[in-house]
């Protein structure tokens, strides 16, 4: 079946560093994938949406500076979380769509990074 | 805009119990429906899904039905062992246009003890 990795798992920072966060789709090449946030004990927040070789879309209220989203290849997407703070906190997913899927094709989820900002 | 509704929790049942998790959805024409399964400190797996109406998606024990007439998409499975502790999230995607974009639930926790 299709898999997702991300990588990595659990990362810890200090505040005001960046870290990068990377998906890939391992056996499926996927002209879009998607960035969650997940807060403790609630549903996913669609953050982005990125498509290979062009800007990420990003949902009312989603700093776009702030998370900077690269989509350089049809099996990899990156998430930065610049300068990042305590506030940033949280578990991030990202999704992908198959390529050539039919309207409605389901998205296949990655593992999840942990991300925690001291 | 698209919604999904699920039953609160946590429900916690004994182990072999019958589960029902409710899910009503809000949506413009026929999207596709998906149970998604959590376990603890992991990212979300497809447990089931339905693309069109009266379709039963199941898997693992668990069931579903799409119901158009009421807009209902509920999981169920006769017997819950205690690995089937997790949350469970329903979700759809419409089925029209280029924006694939999931609308979840709220997340659903079931605890099963022995």
């Known amino acids: 079946g299709a898999v997702v990795s991300q990588h990595p798992s659990r990362v810890i920072c200090k505040s005001g560093t960046s870290v990068k966060i990377e998906c890939r789709s391992l056996?499926?090449?996927?002209?879009?994938m998607f960035w969650y946030r997940q807060f403790p004990k609630q549903s996913l927040m669609l953050m982005a949406t990125?498509?290979?070789?062009?800007?990420?879309?990003?949902e009312q209220g989603v700093e776009k500076d702030k998370f900077l989203i690269n989509h350089a290849s049809l099996t990899l997407s990156t998430l930065t979380v610049t300068s990042a703070h305590p506030e940033d906190s949280s578990f991030y997913i990202c999704?992908?769509?198959?390529?050539?899927?039919?309207?409605?094709?389901?998205?296949?989820f990655g593992p999840g990074t942990r991300l925690t900002v001291l | 805009g698209d919604s999904v509704t699920q039953m609160e929790g946590p429900v916690t049942l004994s182990e072999e119990a019958f589960l029902t998790i409710n899910c009503t959805y809000t949506a413009t024409g026929y999207p596709s429906l998906f149970w998604y399964v959590q376990y603890p400190g992991e990212g979300l797996q497809l447990l089931l899904k339905a693309t069109k109406a009266d379709d039963k998606g199941s898997n693992k024990g668990f069931e579903a039905t799409y119901r158009k007439e009421t807009t209902s998409f509920h999981l169920e499975k006769g017997s819950v062992q205690v690995s089937d502790s997790a949350v469970y999230f329903c979700?759809?995607?419409?089925?029209?246009?280029?924006?694939?974009?999931?609308?979840f639930g709220t997340g659903t926790k079931l605890q099963v003890i022995p």
């Open positions: 990125s498509n290979e070789g062009s800007k990420a879309t990003y």
């Open positions: 056996d499926f090449q996927a002209t879009t």
């Open positions: 979700a759809l995607t419409p089925n029209s246009g280029g924006y694939q974009k999931v609308t």
């Open positions: 999704s992908a769509r198959v390529l050539g899927g039919a309207v409605g094709n389901e998205q296949f």
